[in-house]
């Protein structure tokens, strides 16, 4: 197949590409580097420096033999998405190419203008040139669990059924998310689901949980290959953050009193999930949506597993309830389902598997680079 991926430089994206790179696809990576400027920005840096998407590339096909394509280049800039649609005529784009901080997104105006701008227009952009120039593309979207909050009813997966003055419908489950970042994800999809509808594209929108992970099968291979692993307060996820501060000998920083639940899941299993979706296209006209993750935990479960795990490596956790910067409910009801790609073949890694070795034994060897400056959170969803 020919595989686009959007935002190939991040977290996600630079994983994605090399693991169909590997199994023999024609791949080409896009990014505009937009998040290398948030950092210096923001002055954080990933825990192990990350060469150039260019230089990774060629240490990939070096170490490989399989080529990896690159395009640098704006989803903001409707031209050049035109362009690279128009050549490369992909089967399948995967689309990571997001601002991913809800914080960053709430800091101030600007950047929560930034943030929707950035990824709605970008990927309405993307809708019409898909539409222009390969309408039977198969789009795979990131979303975010982020887009349902946390409704006092079950969580289903994208739509739900709903008897209503003794009529009945299905229709896309209510959003109540969280911060810009997250309501920039449901204007996304309530776009794909239109454009779908409506020109009869097909695409399969994953709502994913909160990622955490360091390795993959493609990173392990070669020093160099590693992907950008944040744990400040702007793109450091809770568990990724926590694992980090347990290393540093700093208290693990729960936000108010840690009763916030979500849905988790390791970084092999979002290329897994991205892989099945992959395998199994909507159809034309459909908007499929799956919620993508493994296992739910509350914030304070975490710091269990934590403290556990850093026992096995001679680590003593320390915990600190910090007034929370955000707005969000810390006591609430939380059942997300999650069958959809289970049934598809998902076999989920599990958080135990992964949590004392892959994880905390693996930051112990490059404790010396954490910054520690950078655990605590400056932006506030309200200032009190
Ligand atoms: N939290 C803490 N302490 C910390 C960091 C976070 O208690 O040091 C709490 C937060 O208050 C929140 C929960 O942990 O209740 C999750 O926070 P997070 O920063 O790990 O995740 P979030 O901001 O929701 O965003 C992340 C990704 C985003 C993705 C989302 C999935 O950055 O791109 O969309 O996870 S989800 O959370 O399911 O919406």
Same mark, same amino acid.
């Given at each position: 197949?020919?595989?686009?991926?959007?935002?190939?430089?991040?977290?996600?994206?630079?994983?994605?590409?090399?693991?169909?790179?590997?199994?023999?696809?024609?791949?080409?990576?896009?990014?505009?580097?937009?998040?290398?400027?948030?950092?210096?920005?923001?002055?954080?840096?990933?825990?192990?420096?990350?060469?150039?998407?260019?230089?990774?590339?060629?240490?990939?096909?070096?170490?490989?033999?399989?080529?990896?394509?690159?395009?640098?280049?704006?989803?903001?800039?409707?031209?050049?998405?035109?362009?690279?649609?128009?050549?490369?005529?992909?089967?399948?784009?995967?689309?990571?190419?997001?601002?991913?901080?809800?914080?960053?997104?709430?800091?101030?105006?600007?950047?929560?203008? *930034?943030?929707?701008?950035?990824? %709605?227009?970008?990927?309405? /952009?993307? @809708? =019409? &040139?898909?539409?222009?120039?390969?309408?039977? !593309?198969?789009?795979?979207?990131?979303?975010?669990?982020?887009?349902?909050?946390?409704?006092?009813?079950?969580?289903?997966?994208?739509?739900?059924?709903?008897?209503?003055?003794?009529?009945?419908?299905?229709?896309?489950?209510?959003?109540?998310?969280?911060? *810009?970042?997250?309501?920039?994800? %449901?204007?996304?999809?309530? /776009?794909? @689901? =239109? &454009?779908?509808?409506?020109?009869?594209?097909? !695409?399969?929108?994953?709502?994913?949980?909160?990622?955490?992970?360091?390795?993959?099968?493609?990173?392990?291979?070669?020093?160099?290959?590693?992907?950008?692993?944040?744990?400040?307060?702007?793109?450091?996820?809770?568990?990724?953050?926590?694992?980090?501060?347990?290393?540093?000998?700093?208290?693990?920083?729960?936000?108010?009193?840690?009763?916030?639940?979500?849905?988790?899941?390791?970084?092999?299993?979002?290329?897994?999930?991205?892989?099945?979706?992959?395998?199994?296209?909507?159809?034309?006209?459909?908007?499929?949506?799956?919620?993508?993750?493994?296992?739910?935990?509350?914030?304070?479960?975490?710091?269990?597993?934590?403290?556990?795990?850093?026992?096995?490596?001679?680590?003593?956790?320390?915990?600190?309830?910090?007034?929370?910067?955000?707005?969000?409910?810390?006591?609430?009801?939380?059942?997300?389902?999650?069958?959809?790609?289970?049934?598809?073949?998902?076999?989920?890694?599990?958080?135990?598997?992964?949590?004392?070795?892959?994880?905390?034994?693996?930051?112990?060897?490059?404790?010396?680079?954490?910054?520690?400056?950078?655990?605590?959170?400056?932006?506030?969803?309200?200032?009190?």
């Amino acid at each position: 197949m020919k595989i686009l991926v959007l935002g190939g430089d991040g977290y996600l994206g630079w994983p994605t590409a090399m693991y169909f790179s590997r199994l023999g696809h024609d791949v080409m990576a896009v990014d505009n580097f937009v998040k290398r400027r948030i950092e210096i920005e923001e002055g954080i840096e990933p825990l192990e420096p990350l060469l150039t998407l260019h230089r990774r590339i060629a240490l990939w096909e070096a170490t490989t033999g399989h080529k990896i394509r690159l395009a640098v280049g704006d989803l903001l800039n409707h031209r050049m998405v035109y362009d690279l649609l128009e050549h490369f005529t992909p089967d399948a784009i995967i689309h990571y190419a997001e601002q991913p901080s809800a914080p960053y997104s709430m800091e101030s105006r600007d950047k929560a203008v *930034f943030t929707q701008h950035n990824n %709605v227009i970008g990927t309405l /952009n993307l @809708l =019409f &040139a898909m539409k222009r120039h390969c309408p039977e !593309a198969h789009l795979i979207k990131l979303g975010t669990m982020g887009e349902y909050g946390t409704p006092n009813i079950d969580i289903e997966e994208g739509y739900i059924t709903i008897t209503h003055n003794g009529r009945v419908d299905t229709l896309p489950f209510p959003k109540q998310p969280g911060s *810009f970042y997250h309501l920039s994800k %449901v204007h996304d999809s309530a /776009n794909i @689901l =239109f &454009a779908c509808r409506t020109w009869g594209l097909r !695409a399969t929108d994953l709502n994913q949980g909160v990622v955490y992970g360091i390795e993959t099968d493609e990173t392990k291979l070669k020093p160099g290959l590693h992907t950008a692993f944040h744990y400040d307060a702007v793109f450091g996820t809770v568990l990724n953050r926590f694992c980090v501060q347990a290393v540093a000998g700093a208290p693990l920083t729960v936000y108010g009193s840690g009763g916030q639940t979500r849905g988790f899941l390791n970084i092999r299993d979002t290329i897994q999930c991205v892989d099945l979706a992959t395998q199994n296209p909507a159809d034309i006209g459909e908007c499929r949506v799956y919620n993508q993750l493994t296992e739910v935990f509350s914030v304070l479960e975490l710091t269990k597993l934590v403290e556990v795990a850093g026992k096995k490596l001679g680590i003593e956790v320390r915990i600190d309830h910090i007034a929370n910067p955000r707005v969000e409910k810390e006591e609430h009801y939380y059942n997300p389902k999650h069958t959809k790609l289970i049934d598809l073949g998902l076999k989920p890694h599990l958080l135990s598997d992964v949590l004392v070795e892959q994880m905390i034994g693996h930051i112990q060897t490059v404790r010396d680079q954490i910054n520690l400056s950078t655990f605590k959170p400056t932006i506030k969803w309200r200032e009190k």
